[in-house]
């Protein structure tokens, strides 16, 4: 199993910080996708990255792609509490399989 | 427009029942997909559907059955439910499912079983 590390597990921030969160994996990926899952509701996807050093920017969520396609991370600036949620990577299965892959997700709370 | 609607948004089962969960999707996608959530383990996929008339295992297959029963429609069957199925239920449906295509998740199905 090609699993995808996310880290921190869990992160609270005050309203107006920065912050880093990132995904790991061993293995190279053809692409990777971020999605945002807030309670109640199903994820939904807000970006995917598919060349290595790729940057993707989002109002102030900035994702970015290694060079060598094995981790990513997702910054936020001036965080607000409008972004809290859980934030999870995924990758397609491969080997023939449809499907993501995802990360445990990183819990995000801002607080005002 | 819909989307990815599933049914029904909550039920509790007791140990031994049966129940099915219901989804459809609007967006004409292909692939169809259901997926678990449970703390600490992350979504986790069950069964999925490449296309009309086909499924496939996911990661966590056990004690599950599904049906693809039309391009619109895939439904997921606990044939004796059991504690550990106590969980949240996702399904989903992409274009296609083995590329960077986006996958549209429903707002979840929360079963318990006592």
């Known amino acids: 199993t090609q699993l995808l590390e996310q880290s921190p597990q869990f992160l609270s921030i005050q309203e107006g910080e920065n912050l880093t969160v990132y995904c790991n994996s061993s293995?190279?990926?053809?692409?990777l996708q971020w999605y945002r899952q807030e309670p109640g509701e199903g994820p939904v996807l807000l970006v995917t990255?598919?060349?290595?050093?790729e940057v993707k920017k989002l109002k102030r969520l900035t994702f970015q792609f290694g060079d060598a396609r094995k981790d990513s991370s997702l910054h936020i600036t001036a965080a607000q509490p409008g972004d809290t949620g859980l934030y999870l990577c995924?990758?397609?299965?491969?080997?023939?399989?449809?499907?993501?892959?995802f990360g445990k997700g990183t819990h995000l709370i801002i607080q005002p | 427009n819909a989307g990815v609607t599933q049914t029904p948004k909550f039920q509790v089962l007791k140990t031994g029942q049966s129940m099915t969960l219901q989804c459809a999707q609007d967006?004409?996608?292909?692939?169809m997909y259901w997926y678990r959530q449970d703390p600490g383990m992350g979504l986790r996929l069950i069964y999925y559907s490449a296309s009309e008339g086909t499924t496939d295992k996911g990661e966590v297959p056990n004690g599950y059955n599904v049906s693809r029963l039309n391009k619109r429609e895939f439904s997921l069957r606990l044939e004796s439910a059991a504690p550990s199925q106590t969980s949240v239920y996702f399904c989903?449906?992409?274009?296609?499912?083995?590329?960077?295509?986006?996958?549209?998740f429903g707002e979840g199905s929360w079963l318990t079983v006592v």
């Open positions: 989903a449906s992409s274009e296609q499912g083995n590329s960077g295509n986006t996958i549209y």
């Open positions: 995924a990758r397609y299965s491969g080997g023939g399989a449809d499907g993501l892959t």
């Open positions: 990255v598919v060349t290595g050093g």
């Open positions: 293995s190279v990926f053809s692409s």
């Open positions: 967006m004409n996608h292909n692939s």
